[in-house]
């Protein structure tokens, strides 16, 4: 096993000290993800380190996910030589998805959204599991992803750079990732629900509830006016000769 080795006096099993770097990614395999750019990328890390670190431990990425797009991608990979990252796609179930994120160093998301507008939920899954992310830039990524907990990048040099820079030399104490993951929240959905969500229903609640009391006060004041209107017609009729 590369990645894992047991403590017999403690009967547990704990991560090698040479272990490969683990980055994981997930994705449904369609058109909106963009794999031949973190394959590329990928492949230019490969080259870097065999140049620059022969000793270096390795990469290991790790693709989970079904989908239309994936056998293209298994076979782009069949004809990709590297030398120094490992890539394996995988599909995992609920329970072992996310022992599979607690256990990686970095997670990579490459969702372009066509609205602009939507928060990938992988990259939520990644987070709330203490993992620095590496996220597609577009417009609204900034509300979830900033310099803080993680990376953007728009193009297949600037993930290779971001990945050379963070798992470019032989050893898996890395100050930046440890700053990226003592920064990440993970408060409970609770805590998170009472500071972020809450104060929004209930002002809605409050809209709410002034929106009904002006239509109600408005129909009151319609009754007043056709109430008014009809005793002035009443004392007009009696004026008629």
Not at 60 to 67: D, E, Q
Not at 172 to 182: A, F, I, M, Q, Y
């Amino acid at each position: 096993n590369i990645l894992i080795e047991k403590n017999v006096n403690e009967d547990k099993f704990y991560f090698k000290n040479n272990r490969p770097f683990i980055i994981v990614s997930s994705t449904s395999w369609t058109p909106d993800e963009d794999f031949d750019l973190f394959l590329e990328a990928l492949v230019a890390v490969d080259k870097k380190i065999s140049t620059d670190c022969k000793d270096h431990f390795g990469i290991l990425a790790i693709i989970t996910g079904k989908g239309p797009l994936k056998e293209n991608f298994v076979q782009k990979l069949a004809n990709t030589s590297l030398q120094f990252v490992m890539i394996e796609t995988l599909w995992l179930d609920n329970r072992d998805y996310p022992i599979l994120l607690n256990c990686a160093d970095l997670g990579v998301c490459l969702h372009t959204s066509t609205s602009g507008l939507d928060i990938p939920m992988k990259l939520v899954d990644m987070l709330g599991s203490g993992l620095p992310v590496c996220a597609f830039k577009y417009p609204c990524i900034s509300e979830l992803v900033n310099s803080s907990n993680g990376f953007v990048f728009d193009g297949a040099n600037q993930l290779s750079n971001i990945l050379f820079g963070l798992f470019g030399k032989a050893k898996h104490s890395n100050e930046v990732l440890e700053r990226l993951k003592g920064n990440i929240d993970l408060e409970s959905w609770e805590v998170n629900w009472e500071k972020n969500a809450l104060q929004v229903f209930e002002e809605a609640k409050l809209l709410n509830r002034d929106h009904n009391y002006f239509w109600k006060n408005l129909n009151i004041l319609k009754i007043l006016i056709i109430c008014i209107a009809a005793l002035l017609i009443n004392q007009c009729l009696n004026y008629l000769p």
